[in-house]
């Protein structure tokens, strides 16, 4: 059991090392603040609000489907869990029942989506941890997934596959897209193997990678850290095993045990082959039948709320519906909760692995500019 | 073709700034220097985050409020000839962003890329594709080559 890691407050701060908010070693702008002693992190201080767009605010007054729509600009990585969980909210306020092969078609892009965003995690900790080759063959591996998803979708990254009652005509899924999804599979789950394999017995890279970035379960939980995160400090929560859309399928919920940056990154290479194993499932047993159910008639709702697993995490939608009208959207993405644990893990490392270690808790500030009201407890 | 040109046909550097988008445009970028399927770095284009260093200045999202200042002095910091490229439909128009016409629009947008810094290709797409993008960059090559 790994003891818990504190802030040491002092009253002069040796050094201040601030990085941000357009920085060359991030990609995406943000502000974080180490405090430093003997280039040893002794308290870190992560700043959002630079991509601040306002989202809910725009979706505010907008039609249902516009708004639903809209969702899918918060994120360009996880961009389907955000417009699904907007539709799977006004689906459970309305009471809308959709077609079982329209369920299987939702959670073939999830699960595909899935897979390149944790490919998209093993590119960019490698890029970071300063191996390109491995970033490089983890963006080729992605690339299979990214073109089954052009293809079911017709673009790369936006792909708009859930409406209000099923998914869009052009995602159906006809007997030549199922063989070339099922391929893809068969490559994907070769080339991850070989990535894994190849990764996990380079002495070099698990050097730099064991043992840095830890954060303990307890911890974990008390900042209420969510997905493969959270999972990787051995704690097996997964809300995939709940959701109804889920329980056709059947798969494990993978966990690690030391929540350092080795066990983060070998949960996304081991969640890749259930993804697969989902997706071919889904594949085999997709039920005959329509893809979309129009007749649903919209009325007034209170505030509703939809919890899902996305790849990062649990997101959060909620909102109200007046005259077809979205009213008080609010929306929580899963990098949100981990800012706390990003902080504590670079405490008591080397400088030089403090970006390491805020990456491998898997950030996307993008989504996580959200208009937010800290409650203390 | 004159001796620098040459040298700098050899060596484009791109300098990706993101002002707030929602991300994909920016994966897409880094994909095409990266990822072995496009793999600009084969044509001595190589991706930096460094604006001295910079030729060509890749800019993805609708201009941020807090991130126009930092968008200004980046521009400036890289040295003459540079070329400015917008890419994707937030960095031409604003995007959804802008207004799309709900109850309160959003003041947080301060406009396509074009209102602060001279743009000299623009990529369309939602979000760019990659060969949309590499198909750009070449596009403003010239100015950079032709330059004294």
């Known amino acids: 059991m790994t003891e818990d890691k504190r802030p040491i407050k002092q009253e002069i701060i040796e050094t201040e090392v601030s990085m941000g908010t357009v920085h060359p070693a991030a990609l995406e702008p ?36 516009k708004a639903n729509a809209l969702t899918e600009k918060v994120c360009g990585i996880c961009s389907n869990a955000h417009i699904w969980n907007s539709v799977l909210t006004a689906e459970k306020g309305l009471g809308i029942e959709i077609p079982q092969r329209a369920n299987y078609i939702r959670v073939i892009v999830e699960e595909l989506e899935r897979l390149h965003s944790h490919c998209l995690y093993l590119a960019h900790g490698s890029e970071v941890l300063g191996h390109e080759t491995f970033s ?51 490559t994907f789950e070769k080339g991850i193997l070989d990535f894994a394999d190849r990764f996990s ?25 969510t997905g493969p995160c959270l999972r990787s400090t051995g704690l097996a929560q997964d809300l995939r095993t709940v959701m109804k ?14 929540g350092d940056v080795k066990s983060n990154i070998l949960m996304r290479v081991l969640e890749v082959p259930e993804s697969i194993k989902i ?38 939608h909620s909102y109200g519906i007046e005259d077809g009208r979205v009213r008080g959207s609010i929306i929580r993405t899963p990098s949100m909760t981990n800012i706390g644990a990003m902080q504590l893990a670079c405490i008591g490392d080397h400088i030089t692995d403090a970006q390491l270690c805020i990456v491998q808790c898997d950030p996307c500030f993008t989504c996580t500019d959200r208009a937010i009201e800290v409650i203390k407890i | ?66 991130n126009e200042e930092p968008l200004k002095k980046i ?32 003041e947080e947008i301060m406009g396509p890329v074009e209102n602060i810094i001279p743009v000299d290709a623009k990529v369309p797409g939602c979000a760019v594709r990659p060969e949309d993008l590499i198909s750009g960059v070449v596009a403003a090559l010239p100015k950079l080559l032709e330059a004294d």
């Open chain 1, 30 to 65: 943000y502000r974080v603040r180490l405090f430093v002693e003997d280039e040893i992190v002794k308290d870190a201080e992560i700043t959002v609000g630079v991509n601040h767009r306002g989202i809910e605010r725009i979706m505010e007054g907008l039609p249902v489907e």
């Open chain 1, 136 to 186: 490089m063959r983890a963006f080729y591996l992605r690339e299979t997934a990214m073109e089954l998803l052009r293809m079911i979708g017709g673009n790369r990254v936006q792909y708009g596959a859930s409406i209000i009652g099923g998914v869009r005509p052009r995602c159906e899924l006809n007997e030549m897209r199922l063989q070339k999804i099922a391929d893809g599979m068969d």
């Open chain 1, 201 to 225: 017995s380079d002495p070099i890279v698990m050097s730099r990678i064991e043992g840095i970035g830890v954060i303990s379960q307890k911890q974990a939980k008390e900042l209420e850290v």
């Open chain 1, 245 to 258: 859309e889920y329980e056709d399928f059947d798969f494990e919920v993978i966990t690690q045990d030391d």
């Open chain 1, 279 to 316: 997706i071919r499932q889904a594949i085999k047993n997709l039920p005959k039948g329509p893809i979309i159910d129009r007749s649903w008639e919209m009325f007034d709702c209170d505030t509703i709320k939809s919890y899902i697993e996305v790849p990062r995490g649990t997101l959060y």
């Open chain 2, 1 to 66: 073709m004159n001796l620098k040109s040459f040298s700098r046909a050899r060596a484009v550097h791109l300098m990706l700034v993101y002002t707030g988008g929602c991300n994909g445009c920016d994966i897409e970028i880094v994909n095409c220097v990266l990822s072995p399927k496009f793999d600009v770095e084969q044509y001595k284009v190589f991706l930096t985050w460094n604006p001295r260093e910079a030729d060509v200045l890749l800019v993805s999202g609708p201009v941020t409020r807090f």
């Open chain 2, 75 to 106: 521009y400036e910091a890289i040295p003459e000839p540079k070329a400015v490229v917008a890419a994707g439909s937030c960095a031409l128009m604003g995007g959804v962003y802008k207004n799309i016409h709900g109850d309160i629009p959003s």
